[in-house]
C-alpha cells in the first residue's frame, strides 16, 4: 500500500520562509517522479514543483521560481519543498504526488500523478 504523508505547513509572515517535507511507503521510490501541487479555496489545483527520480531535472511554476526549492532524498524516500520570501497568494492546501515517470516539460500536470497525499496547509498573513 503506497502511503504519501505531508508536513511542515503553518502560519508565516509575508517574507518568510517555510519547508514542507513528504515521505513516501510503498514503492520504487527513485523511479517516481515527485511533484507539489498546491490549491487555494475557490481555484483548482496548480502545479508548483517537481523534480525526476534521478534528480537530474526539475520544473517550477513560474510564479514561484526563484523563491521555492524542491529536493529529493532516495535514501529516505523524501522530498522538500523549501519556500522561501512567502507571499499571501502562495496560502494553499499543499499536496505532495509521485507520478511513474518524468514527462519533460509536461511534469507539473496534475492528471500525471497517480499516488497524493492528504495535503498540508499553508498561510501566508500578517
Known amino acids: 500500500q503506497v502511503q504519501v504523508v505531508e508536513s511542515g505547513g503553518g502560519l508565516v509572515q509575508p517574507g518568510g520562509s517555510l519547508t514542507l517535507s513528504c515521505i513516501v511507503s510503498?514503492?520504487?521510490?527513485?523511479?517516481?517522479?515527485m511533484g507539489w501541487f498546491r490549491q487555494a479555496s475557490g481555484n483548482e489545483r496548480e502545479g508548483v514543483s517537481c523534480?525526476?527520480?534521478?534528480?537530474?531535472?526539475?520544473l517550477y511554476a513560474d510564479s514561484v521560481k526563484g523563491r521555492f526549492t524542491i529536493n529529493r532524498d532516495n535514501a529516505k524516500n523524501t522530498v522538500n519543498l523549501q519556500m522561501t520570501n512567502l507571499k499571501p497568494e502562495d496560502t494553499a492546501m499543499y499536496y505532495c504526488?509521485?507520478?511513474?515517470?518524468?514527462?519533460?516539460?509536461?511534469?507539473?500536470?496534475?492528471?500525471?500523478?497517480?499516488?497524493w497525499g492528504q495535503g498540508t496547509q499553508v498561510n501566508v498573513s500578517s
Open positions: 510503498g514503492l520504487q521510490f527513485d523511479v517516481y517522479a
Open positions: 504526488a509521485a507520478a511513474r515517470s518524468w514527462y519533460g516539460k509536461r511534469s507539473l500536470s496534475a492528471p500525471l500523478y497517480i499516488y
Open positions: 523534480i525526476s527520480g534521478s534528480m537530474h531535472d526539475a
